[in-house]
């Protein structure tokens, strides 16, 4: 990758994570995405290298304390 490309990236990232921690459903994203062992994207404000460097106990912190609501009329 150039230079050009890296920064784009980062800038990318940037944004995406801005807009994580500002959404509601973040936490049900992270729990959604360590339940499915996703590490491909950013999910949670969880960059994919964060995600995959979750410990096995905060995975299960993560899943066994996050409650999901069903949200109905959808």
Request: charged share 30%; net charge positive.
């Amino acid at each position: 990758e150039d230079a050009t490309s890296q920064s784009e990236k980062r800038s990318g990232t940037a944004e995406a994570l801005s807009h994580c921690t500002k959404c509601l459903g973040r936490m049900a994203c992270l729990k959604t995405a360590v339940g499915r062992k996703e590490t491909d994207h950013i999910q949670g404000a969880l960059t994919p290298d964060q995600l995959r460097k979750l410990s096995r106990r905060q995975k299960a912190t993560i899943i066994n304390t996050i409650t999901i609501e069903p949200r109905f009329g959808r």
